[in-house]
C-alpha cells in the first residue's frame, strides 16, 4: 500500500512516502501559470514560480491554496495530480493508498470536506486528517505522551499555528493567518519608500532569506533590482539587513502575541511540564536569522528547532503515516466518506 503524508501549504507543497522509507519526496511552490480566459495551464510548481512578475498581461500565477484554505478548488486538483506524477505514483497505484493531509490547528469541517474532495478528485484513497501541531511536534522529534504536553510553534508561508499537544489532543492552540508571506510583503513596500524602488514578490522573498534577521545590530546588505518609482524605468538599490528588521519582527511579535494567549491558557501543572520542555519551533521562518534566539528570549524559554524545520509537518505526517497507533489516536476520518 502507498502511503503519503502531504502538506499542501500557502507557499510550499510537500509530499512524504512512507511506505518505501522514501522520505520526503517533493517540495515545489503551490503555484500555477494560467493563460487567457479559458485559464490554459502554462506551468506548474516551480516553473510556475519562475514567472512570478515576469508574465505578459493574458497570463496569471495563481495559488490554489491561501491561509490554509482551497481558494481554486480546480487548479488545486490539477497541480496535486502533477505532483503525484512528478513523484511517479500513476494514477492506478492509488487505489491502494493511505494519506495523511496536513490541516492548520482547529480546522472545521467544512475545510477537511474541501482537503477530502481535493484528495479524492485526484485519485487518493483512505484520506485522514491530522492538525499541524502534532505533526510539527513529530518532525521535531518532540516525545509525545498523554503526560508529556509540548508546546509547537510552526510559522510557515501563510499559516502560524500555536499549541500545546499530547497524545490526549490539544490542550490550547490557535492557528492565524501570519506567516512569511506576510513579511515578504512588507519588504515590497518599506523597499519602495525608503529606496524608491519598486520590487517583486520574488526579490522581496530572496531579500528576507538572505539578510533577514532580528539581531542586535543585525549586518548584512544585498543589491536588489526592480523598478525606479521615479523614472518608471529599471534600477537597483542596496539594502541593509537593518532596514528590514521591522518587516519581519512586527509579524514576529504578533505571533508572539497570540502564542501567549495559548500559554496563559494551560492549567498549572501542564503549564509547569511546557516550561521545562521548551517551545519547538518549525517552519520556514524558523530558519530566519535570531528569529529563534528572538522568540526564546520573548517567551522566556528554551527554543528547540531542528535542521531543517520547514520541513517538520510533513516529516511528521510521514512517521504518523507509518505508525498505525499514532493514526488512530492523532488523525480524524474523511467527512465525506
Known amino acids: 500500500m502507498i502511503k503519503l503524508a502531504i502538506d499542501l501549504g500557502s507557499s510550499v507543497t510537500k509530499i512524504y512516502r512512507a511506505d518505501a522509507s522514501n522520505g520526503i519526496v517533493l517540495a515545489e511552490p503551490s503555484c500555477v501559470a494560467v493563460s487567457g480566459a479559458e485559464r490554459e495551464i502554462k506551468a506548474i510548481g516551480k ?111 501563510g499559516v502560524t499555528n500555536a499549541a500545546v499537544v499530547s497524545l490526549d489532543g490539544i490542550i490550547a492552540g490557535l492557528s492565524m493567518n501570519i506567516g512569511g508571506n506576510n513579511m515578504d510583503a512588507n519588504i515590497i513596500e518599506r523597499i519602495e519608500a525608503c529606496k524608491g524602488l519598486r520590487i517583486g514578490a520574488l526579490s522581496a522573498e530572496r531579500v528576507k532569506n538572505e539578510i533577514g534577521s532580528l539581531a542586535v545590530g543585525a549586518r548584512g546588505a544585498t543589491v536588489v533590482e ?61 530558519k530566519i536569522s535570531f528569529v529563534p534566539e528572538y522568540i526564546a528570549k520573548n517567551l522566556d524559554m528554551h527554543v528547540h528547532v531542528c535542521d531543517e524545520p520547514q520541513f517538520a509537518a510533513v516529516t511528521g505526517g510521514g512517521a504518523i503515516a507509518r505508525d498505525g497507533r499514532l493514526l488512530e489516536l492523532l488523525s480524524s476520518e474523511n467527512p465525506l466518506a
Open 47 to 157: 516553473d510556475a514560480k519562475k514567472l512570478v512578475g515576469k508574465t505578459a498581461e493574458f497570463t496569471e500565477i495563481v495559488f490554489p491554496v491561501y491561509e490554509g484554505e482551497i481558494v481554486d478548488a480546480r487548479l488545486a486538483v490539477v497541480m496535486l495530480k502533477e505532483f503525484l506524477s512528478r513523484i511517479g505514483i500513476k494514477s492506478a497505484r492509488l487505489k491502494r493508498s493511505e494519506t495523511v493531509f496536513s490541516v492548520p490547528c482547529g480546522a472545521s469541517e467544512r475545510l477537511k470536506a474541501d482537503y477530502a474532495a481535493l484528495g479524492e478528485e485526484c485519485g487518493l484513497k483512505r484520506i485522514r486528517f491530522v492538525e499541524a501541531p502534532f505533526l510539527a511536534a513529530l518532525g521535531e522529534d518532540a516525545v509525545l505522551g498523554e503526560a508529556n504536553p509540548v508546546f509547537c510553534l510552526d510559522i510557515g508561508g
Open 226 to 286: 526592480g523598478s525606479l518609482v521615479s523614472t518608471q524605468r529599471p534600477g537597483s538599490a542596496s539594502v541593509q539587513a537593518s532596514e528590514i528588521e521591522g518587516c519581519i519582527r512586527v509579524y514576529i511579535d504578533k505571533i508572539l502575541e497570540y502564542a501567549s494567549l495559548v500559554l496563559q491558557k494551560l492549567p498549572a501543572e501542564v503549564a509547569a511540564t511546557v516550561n521545562q520542555n521548551g517551545v519547538y519551533l518549525s517552519g520556514g521562518v524558523a
